[in-house]
């Protein structure tokens, strides 16, 4: 089988079998098109390991972030593993393949008095009834509330809100469904906007869309609109360019500071591993030690 078949192959595998969202099948098909790019459009059986030590390391070359180096790995391991498996391949080459680390960084995160500061402004230009401003509130609050990703706040429809118990049910990473609590300023935001803003949007669109937030046209809108409006509100607070991610950090942070179980902040953000949420014990820690180093007389 050549290559370009297994890649198309493996693709499907993905998307039909393992459920991934559509978004990751076409991370790890760029990332095999790079390898075969690199090497050819060559039988799968004649890909070896040192072919694919040859292609990281153009990579790494050219300037690719070790994270994009580790991402390149584990894709073509995913998919030797899948190849060996339906014996298309009598070895996989890809077995003695070193995934680069990953720099350890920690993830930027506002101050919640920074984070009242940019809600009550919000909260301020929606007051005045304009559609737009009424959703712009309602979405920051909703994010920073509940710490969901931007696509599933996109994705949540009218029927996935109970207004009465302040849920929502999110559909995550590998279309897995969690219901999500919010709390009382969320729920007001997003009421208001429910009655003040949503329909003036609705107006504007030629097809009704059962989703929660609009956009300008009357759609649902979309997760590079709501990154814009994050990372417009929210850089000013951190001190440098950042985007939606900064506010799911923040609510996490801000949950554990709080006294919250790491357990239940993995639950609330969808994380498969716990491994993924403790980075945020790392950021309250580190807090924690600054606020020592400042305050403590022999610190």
């Not at 991370?27 to 072919?51: H, T």
């Not at 390149?72 to 190849?83: D, E, L, P, Q, V």
């Not at 429910?194 to 030629?206: N, Q």
Request: charged share 25%; hydrophobic share 40%; aromatic share 4%.
């Amino acid at each position: 089988m050549r290559l370009s078949q297994a890649i198309d192959a493996y693709a499907a595998h993905l998307g039909d079998v393992r459920r991934l969202s559509p978004a990751t099948v076409r991370a790890y098909r760029a990332d095999l098109v790079d390898l075969m790019s690199a090497s050819g459009d060559i039988d799968i059986r004649a890909v070896d390991l040192g072919g694919l030590r040859d292609w990281l390391w153009r990579a790494s070359q050219r300037g690719d972030a070790r994270s994009t180096l580790a991402r390149r790995t584990s894709s073509a391991r995913g998919m030797f593993s899948w190849a060996l498996d339906n014996e298309l391949i009598d070895v996989d080459p890809s077995l003695r393949l070193v995934t680069p680390k990953k720099p350890q960084t920690l993830p930027r995160v506002a101050s919640a008095e920074g984070l009242d500061e940019l809600l009550g402004r919000a909260q301020a230009a929606a007051s005045e009834g304009d559609p737009v401003a009424l959703r712009d509130h309602a979405i920051l609050e909703a994010l920073y509330a509940t710490g969901i990703r931007v696509s599933e706040l996109c994705g949540i429809d009218l029927d996935d809100l109970d207004l009465s118990s302040a849920t929502a049910v999110v559909m995550g990473k590998g279309s897995k469904q969690r219901v999500v609590p919010f709390g009382a300023p969320a729920r007001r935001a997003i009421e208001a906007y429910l009655a003040r803003g949503r329909g003036a949007l609705a107006a504007r669109a030629e097809t009704p869309t059962p989703a929660v937030f609009l956009g300008v046209r009357g759609g649902r809108v979309g997760p590079r609109t709501v990154y814009d409006l994050v990372a417009r509100s929210i850089s000013p607070i951190v001190g440098q360019s950042a985007g939606p991610h900064a506010l799911r950090h923040s609510a996490a942070t801000h949950l554990l500071d709080g006294g919250a179980d790491l357990r239940a902040v993995q639950e609330l953000l969808g994380h498969a591993s716990l491994g993924t949420t403790q980075v945020y014990t790392h950021v309250s820690s580190e807090r924690l030690r600054a606020a020592y180093r400042l305050a403590h007389p022999r610190a």
